[in-house]
Nanobody, 117 residues
Framework: QVQFVESGGGLVQPGGSLRLSCAASGSISRLYAMGWYRQAPGKQRELVARITNDGNTNYADSVKGRFTISRDNSKNTVYLQMNSLKSEDTAVYYC???????????WGQGTQVTVSS
């Protein structure tokens, strides 16, 4: 079973940028769609970005135009470039596979992103 390790989070000022990385323990080429999720305290986990092996991407309205998801199947890695960060982006960010009608049962540790002045 493929596991994921997220990294790249940290403390950043509003308007700043971060690049998150998601390293998979195995091949992700077999996983048609990958996604970045986030969960803020007291809130449900939400999907913020999705990418397929065909290169199709989708974004939550709250991050559209600011975040960019990409994947490198040869490195078994998924990335999330985050620009123009807002305090509302503060959350733990997770990487996992994405399917339209099911939710992954297992999650990694995630990486903390804190946007504060």
């Amino acid at each position: 079973q493929v596991q994921f390790v997220e990294s790249g989070g940290g403390l950043v000022q509003p308007g700043g940028s971060l690049r998150l990385s998601c390293a998979a323990s195995g091949s992700i080429s077999r996983l048609y769609a990958m996604g970045w999720y986030r969960q803020a305290p007291g809130k449900q986990r939400e999907l913020v970005a999705r990418i397929t092996n065909d290169g199709n991407t989708n974004y939550a309205d709250s991050v559209k135009g600011r975040f960019t998801i990409s994947r490198d199947n040869s490195k078994n890695t998924v990335y999330l470039q985050m620009n123009s960060l807002k305090s509302e982006d503060t959350a733990v960010y997770y990487c996992n596979r994405h399917r339209d009608f099911s939710v992954p049962a297992n999650w990694g540790q995630g990486t903390q992103v804190t946007v504060s002045s």
